[in-house]
């Protein structure tokens, strides 16, 4: 079963139009939720995580329960940020850490 | 500085010749966990380890072995690699299964 959803494989957005990155999971407990991102040709490193509740290079993402939803937010999106953003899940299922399928950012400039 | 590290970073091999992915990282973490990226697939987990002797599956464990016979490395065995283990694998580890992980660089392998 899919644990977390990431709708959006590519999204395009201009230099500081603001951008959202879509998240879902499934899970009806009290989950542990992190944003990872990837640039280009180095290794995924944590962006944020829920319970931290930080704004990290200007990303925010709130957890909703109701939504079951983990959405990535920037008021406006910088050339930097062009990047491969994965939401994660940690705590379902035994000890698993669940990764979605990544979303492609690109801002063009 | 702390960081996990994987080698080789590029592999190449032929079906059915038996390889080691090396993982080892200096932060005394419990938790270590192995996954492979693929295009449209995001990150799967093939196994993890708790701690040190601990091991368990994940989503994609078949074709795949891990051991954890000390607490800072934790290595993957693929004893007949096949063509469709050609993938870019990472490690990570953490304090516990609830905390951030740390990736190391990530092995690309091509199994021929």
């Known amino acids: 079963a899919q644990r977390v959803t990431q709708p959006e494989k590519l999204l395009s957005v201009f230099k500081g139009a603001p951008v959202e990155l879509k998240c879902n999971y499934s899970?009806?407990?009290?989950?542990?939720l992190f944003w990872y991102v990837q640039y280009s040709r180095q290794r995924l490193q944590l962006l944020l995580r829920h319970i931290s509740r930080e704004s990290i290079k200007g990303f925010t993402a709130d957890l909703n329960k109701g939504e079951t939803s983990f959405h990535l937010k920037k008021p406006f999106a910088q050339e930097e940020d062009s990047a491969m953003y994965y939401c994660?899940?940690?705590?379902?299922?035994?000890?698993?850490?669940?990764f979605g399928t990544g979303t492609s950012l690109t801002v063009i400039p | 500085e702390a960081q996990v590290t994987q080698n080789p970073r590029y592999l190449i091999t032929v079906t059915g010749k038996k390889l080691t992915v090396t993982c080892s990282q200096n932060m005394n973490h419990e938790y270590m966990s192995w996954y492979r990226q693929d295009p449209g697939l995001g990150l799967r987990q093939i196994y993890y380890?708790?701690?040190?002797?601990?091991?368990d599956k994940g989503d994609v464990p078949e074709g795949y072995k891990v051991s954890r016979k000390e607490k800072r490395n934790f290595p993957l065995i693929l004893e007949s690699p096949s063509p469709n283990q050609t993938s870019l694998y990472f490690c990570a580890s953490g304090t516990n299964y609830n905390s951030p992980l740390h990736f190391g660089n990530g092995t690309r392998l091509t199994v021929t």
């Open positions: 994660a899940l940690s705590g379902v299922s035994g000890n698993q850490f669940y």
């Open positions: 380890s708790m701690n040190v002797e601990v091991t």
């Open positions: 899970y009806s407990g009290s989950p542990e």
